[in-house]
């Protein structure tokens, strides 16, 4: 157990649809990335949150936006959800520079 | 920008044998590398990190990874695997003092055979 937990771990939703998935980092952890893992292209960076504020931001499409609330936990929104939206997204929460980050189970995204 | 090439993306071995997970990377700035384990329907799990300090490197379950600089390369060793090591592993690369988000590479499927 990593100490990171993300809820759904499964989620079924139509096209068109919109979406919230939540990660709680572990216990004092500031920082927050977020990752989509997908067939075609493999595992990517999203987007990071430290201590509330956004620090970088990856390839992630202007329909999905997150946040990352004054108890540190985050939320990746993801709205008009296409077939390709479907993959598997990852939490991870590291507590400072330098040291590893520790990902969650993953929430599993299925568009239909 | 930086990016990691994970040269074989399936490695099939017998129980017992020796296997080596190739990782090469490529970045213009120093970086900490990683290997991250994947079993079936589970999150990554560290397995090792180099962030500074000895090239040789040891982790979890007995795996060890050497972190050559001139070769820009990070292969994950193991002398005897057994049925459980079955899983993809992957090789990521961060930038130190950034946002230390991790580039992945696309991975690699050990299969362990009886």
């Known amino acids: 157990d990593s100490g990171v937990t993300q809820t759904p771990k499964h989620l079924i939703t139509a096209t068109g649809q919109r979406v919230t998935l939540r990660c709680s980092p572990r216990s004092g952890d500031l920082s927050v990335y977020w990752y989509q893992q997908s067939l075609d292209q493999g595992l990517q960076f999203l987007i990071q949150?430290?201590?509330?504020?956004?620090?970088a931001k990856g390839n992630i499409l202007e329909r999905f936006s997150a946040q990352q609330f004054p108890d540190l936990h985050s939320e990746l929104n993801l709205s008009s959800l296409e077939l390709g939206d479907s993959a598997l997204y990852f939490c991870?929460?590291?507590?400072?520079?330098?040291?590893?980050?520790?990902f969650g189970q993953g929430t599993r995204l299925t568009v239909v | 920008a930086q990016s990691v090439t994970q040269l074989d993306s399936q490695v099939p071995v017998f129980e017992e044998a020796p296997v080596e997970l190739r990782c090469n990377y490529s970045?213009?700035?120093?970086?900490?590398l990683f290997w991250y384990v994947q079993y079936p329907n589970q999150g990554l799990q560290l397995l090792l990190k180099y962030l500074s300090g000895s090239t040789l490197v040891k982790g979890i379950n007995g795996f060890e990874a050497e972190f050559n600089k001139s070769q820009t390369s990070f292969h994950l060793r193991k002398p005897s695997v057994h049925i459980s090591d079955t899983a993809e592993y992957f090789c990521a690369v961060s930038e130190p003092g950034g946002s230390e988000k991790l580039v992945f590479g696309k991975g690699t499927k050990l299969t362990v055979n009886p």
């Open positions: 949150y430290y201590n509330g504020e956004e620090r």
């Open positions: 991870a929460s590291s507590v400072a520079r330098g040291t590893e980050a520790f």
């Open positions: 970045s213009s700035v120093s970086v900490y």
